[in-house]
């Protein structure tokens, strides 16, 4: 059984009485001398300090004893056996089966075979393009691929490639096109050359109003360019789908068809064929490597006791930051530019998971759940936001993420970021009294924060980070009661979209200030 009220548990009741004497932050560093060691955990290249948050190592070992009465143990156990856990769709999550290595006992090895040889086709297909062995229509080589996907068909994919600059060895572009506003693809397409581009139709459900109509537009500029009729099966057209026939009956040609299996979530999918455009820009060996970050995180999750499980104890940490100290968002803020898609990326994994009100049991939640995570990169976040998170009248717990060394600094820069990084969490922490009469100076303090280090940003460091806060919503929503892994808030406005859209469309069901837009629309297109 693994349906949860969390607020049914003694322990909850324990754990809010407990808050109201939850001393500074200052304050538990003096109470407890050990603090920063006994707070610190490494797993999977990762180092994770947990020493800056309001909570007193008591009230973690409460924490941790709520959770070992809850169902997470056996709902872990359930995801990694191929259970299916997504209730609502009755299907199983298994995306660690992507990252499979073979050497975690609990994760069910009924599907191997499968992704190994999904896997091996998806980079035989990526080779042949990094090695210009794979021709278009005229015989010339790819050049620039165009990832057409949106939501986890776009941003995980996205992120990647912009964090591994370094390792893109070869002179290929991937662009990427998840909006539907033509702007973005008509723009784009303006620069490419139909003769070296490839569209990559990326898409798990291979019915995506966006996806589709941004492909239209790329595969009318094709068949435009190149003047051939049957477009969709020529060499400039790939599909990335857990749809396979609905890709087919479209017209790509099923050997152009890189599969990936139902079980794999969409915001959990960039470990599978979605991640076609990385595997291009990266080549084997480096997607390799980011599966095996991934993979040594996994096998930490699976393992590791709950008291020194990082994804379980940042997972507590944020319960504790939102259901007992009632913060309600949660920022991410890397020191490192090519992490400035991750605050993107984890809003769709953090809140598209976990931002639900009804429990797996179908009842309401009775407890806050997930948060309204933001961010962006630091410093440029310290000459935007900081002074909110600073002086403001919210708090905003953070997790910093920094890497240690940076091949693609030098010294000077990289010193300075990192101890910007470390300055902002001192002094969110311990504040500073207002000299007399100048309030506006007074920096309160007492601001939580986490602190993620990595010795250098690489494939399998960038792997873990993904996997840790993977499994960090995955332990929160169990917490929760929730089914993290469906999503029917968005249907109902694509419904709407649906209804609206045609020009005849009839209005007369909808309020009066939708029918007065709509009017408007409707003069101009
Ligand atoms: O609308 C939300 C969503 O279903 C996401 O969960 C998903 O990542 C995205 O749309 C794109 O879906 P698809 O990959 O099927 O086009």
């Known amino acids: 059984?693994?349906?949860?009220?969390?607020?049914?548990?003694?322990?909850?009741?324990?754990?809010?009485?407990?808050?109201?004497?939850?001393?500074?932050?200052?304050?538990?560093?003096?109470?407890?001398?050990?603090?920063?060691?006994?707070?610190?955990?490494?797993?999977?290249?990762?180092?994770?300090?947990?020493?800056?948050?309001?909570?007193?190592?008591?009230?973690?070992?409460?924490?941790?004893?709520?959770?070992?009465?809850?169902?997470l143990a056996n709902h872990r156990s359930a995801m990694l056996a191929g259970q299916p856990i997504n209730t609502s769709e009755n299907r199983a999550v298994l995306h660690p089966a992507l990252r499979d290595f073979g050497d975690i006992s609990s994760l069910t090895s009924a599907y191997r075979d499968t992704v190994y040889q999904q896997r091996a086709q998806m980079l035989t297909a990526a080779e042949q393009i990094r090695s210009g062995k794979w021709l278009g229509h005229t015989g010339k080589v790819i050049t620039d691929i165009v990832n057409i996907g949106i939501g986890g068909s776009?941003?995980?994919?996205?992120?990647?490639?912009?964090a591994l600059r370094e390792f893109r060895h070869n002179t290929l572009t991937v662009h990427f096109i998840s909006n539907v506003d033509g702007a973005?693809?008509?723009?784009?397409?303006?620069?490419?050359?139909?003769?070296?581009?490839?569209?990559?139709?990326?898409?798990?459900?291979?019915?995506?109003?966006?996806?589709?109509?941004?492909?239209?537009?790329?595969?009318?500029?094709?068949?435009?360019?190149?003047?051939?009729?049957?477009?969709?099966?020529?060499?400039?057209?790939?599909?990335?789908?857990?749809?396979?026939?609905?890709?087919?009956?479209?017209?790509v040609a099923a050997e152009r068809v890189l599969p990936f299996e139902e079980w794999v979530g969409g915001r959990y999918s960039l470990w599978s064929s979605i991640g076609f455009g990385i595997a291009c820009a990266v080549g084997a060996q480096a997607f390799t490597e980011l599966l095996q970050g991934a993979h040594a995180l996994d096998k930490h999750f699976a393992e590791a006791p709950l008291d020194q499980n990082i994804p379980v104890l940042m997972a507590l940490i944020g319960i504790w930051n939102i259901n007992f100290l009632k913060y309600s968002t949660q920022a991410v803020i890397p020191y490192c530019e090519r992490l400035g898609l991750l605050s993107a990326y984890l809003q769709q994994l953090d809140m598209e998971s976990?931002?639900?009100?009804?429990?797996?049991?179908?009842?309401?939640?009775?407890?806050?759940?997930?948060?309204?995570v933001w961010g962006q990169t630091g410093t440029n976040g310290q000459h935007a936001f900081f002074q909110l998170m600073h002086q403001g009248t919210h708090t905003i717990p953070v997790e910093f993420i920094g890497a240690l060394q940076d091949t693609l600094s030098d010294n000077t820069h990289h010193r300075t970021l990192l101890v910007n990084m470390i300055a902002q969490a001192s002094a969110l922490m311990s504040g500073k009294p207002a000299p007399d009469s100048q309030a506006y100076r007074d920096y309160p303090g007492d601001k939580p924060s986490t602190m993620i280090l990595m010795e250098q940003l690489?494939?399998?460091?960038l792997g873990a980070l993904i996997a840790l806060y993977e499994h960090k919503v995955f332990v929160q929503g169990s917490l929760w009661g929730i089914n993290s892994f469906d999503q029917w808030g968005v249907e109902l406005g694509k419904k709407l979209t649906n209804e609206l859209l045609p020009r005849e469309a009839d209005l007369s069901g909808f309020d009066e200030s939708t029918q007065a837009l709509m009017g408007l629309v409707n003069t101009r297109l």
Not at 458 to 461: A, F, K, N
């Open 458 to 461: 690489t494939p399998s460091t």
């Open 354 to 372: 976990n931002g639900k009100s009804t429990l797996r049991d179908n009842t309401k939640a009775g407890t806050a759940t997930g948060p309204i």
């Open 154 to 162: 776009d941003l995980g994919p996205k992120l990647v490639y912009e």
């Open 1 to 71: 059984m693994l349906d949860f009220r969390p607020e049914q548990s003694a322990i909850w009741a324990q754990l809010q009485n407990a808050v109201a004497d939850t001393p500074s932050i200052t304050a538990l560093f003096t109470q407890e001398p050990n603090r920063v060691s006994e707070l610190t955990f490494e797993a999977a290249g990762l180092r994770i300090d947990l020493s800056k948050n309001k909570v007193a190592q008591g009230q973690i070992k409460l924490l941790l004893e709520f959770t070992a009465l809850s169902p």
């Open 184 to 251: 973005e693809i008509y723009s784009l397409l303006k620069t490419l050359n139909p003769e070296t581009t490839l569209v990559a139709i990326a898409s798990k459900t291979f019915t995506t109003q966006e996806t589709l109509l941004n492909a239209k537009t790329a595969l009318s500029w094709l068949r435009e360019g190149l003047r051939i009729k049957q477009v969709e099966s020529s060499p400039h057209v790939i599909a990335l789908t857990a749809s396979a026939s609905n890709a087919v009956s479209y017209g």
